[in-house]
């Protein structure tokens, strides 16, 4: 593998120490009489963000004991079991003939304090700039990481939780400047653009092109992994103009809702 940086395999260096925030992927056991609205409010998702992250098309085929996994809950959520939540009009719950009282979601934060996720969906309080729009989502998946100091070091791009193995794709056509293994990365795609402008696409499980390879918008470029140091399957994704990092949510448009 080519070296980073200065006469290396991409005109730019990474950093050696990739900051990476926690990906805590909790697992919530379905009880009777829930559903997929109910459960993603508990957890302060919406209901596209928790089907995405557990790769579920019809959100009425639940079932009662399925397990799902809770993306983006931040490590230091307290584990209770709390009573049954307040009932609520929501349509189709999940019914077993002869199911017990409903008693308590099994992983939930204490009923004073809902469970905290490290981010908000993208585009909610965010002003508008000019240049958003200009490339497209890689994956839809549920942000977790955004851009800037993760304590007391730098996170140079965004997280998003998705399932393994799904489809990661160009944000925009460009040609790709590396495809391979970095340390800390693990698996990275990295395309150069027409404008400047260079993604970085890390911790794939696999890759479907090369370096050198000219790619189209919106082409699979690799699948979601949890390769090199992470502590789940996601994305990190990067944006660099003249090779800085910038705020891909500076760039990006609204996430696609399908």
């Known amino acids: 593998m080519a ?15 990739h900051a990476e925030p926690e990906l805590v992927a909790v697992r919530h056991r379905v009880a009777p009489g829930e ?6 409010k508990t957890y302060g998702l919406t209901v596209d963000e928790l089907a995405s992250a557990n790769g579920i098309k019809d959100v009425r085929a639940l079932a009662v004991g399925q397990e799902l996994t809770i993306p983006g809950v931040e490590r230091n959520v307290p584990v209770d079991a709390p009573d049954a ?21 099994p992983v939930v934060a204490r009923r004073e304090e809902p469970p905290r996720r490290p981010a908000s969906r993208p585009g909610s309080v ?8 200009m490339i497209d989502w890689p994956l839809r998946g549920v942000l977790y990481g955004r851009f800037g100091k993760k304590g007391r070091e730098p996170h140079d791009g965004i997280d998003l939780a998705a399932p393994a193995g799904t489809p990661v794709k160009t ?9 391979g293994e970095q340390r800390g990365y693990g ?15 890390a911790h794939n499980r696999d890759l479907r092109v090369r370096t050198g390879q000219k790619v189209r918008r919106e082409q699979v470029i690799a699948t979601v992994g949890e390769s090199g140091k992470t502590s789940g399957p996601h994305l990190h994704f990067e944006v660099r103009l003249d ?15 399908s």
């Open 35 to 40: 559903t997929m609205y109910r459960i993603a």
């Open 187 to 201: 698996n990275i795609v990295i395309v150069e653009h027409s404008n400047r402008l260079i993604t970085l696409y």
């Open 243 to 257: 090779g800085k990092p910038v705020d891909p949510l500076d760039y990006l448009g609204p996430m696609p809702s």
């Open 85 to 105: 939540l307040a009932p609520e009009a929501d349509p189709e719950p999940v019914r077993s003939a002869d199911a017990p009282p409903r008693r308590s979601v």
């Open 126 to 133: 965010r002003p508008k700039v000019a240049t958003q729009g």
């Open 171 to 179: 944000a925009q056509e460009g040609t790709v400047l590396y495809a």
């Open 3 to 17: 070296p980073a940086g200065k006469g290396g395999a991409f005109p730019f260096a990474l950093r050696s120490a």
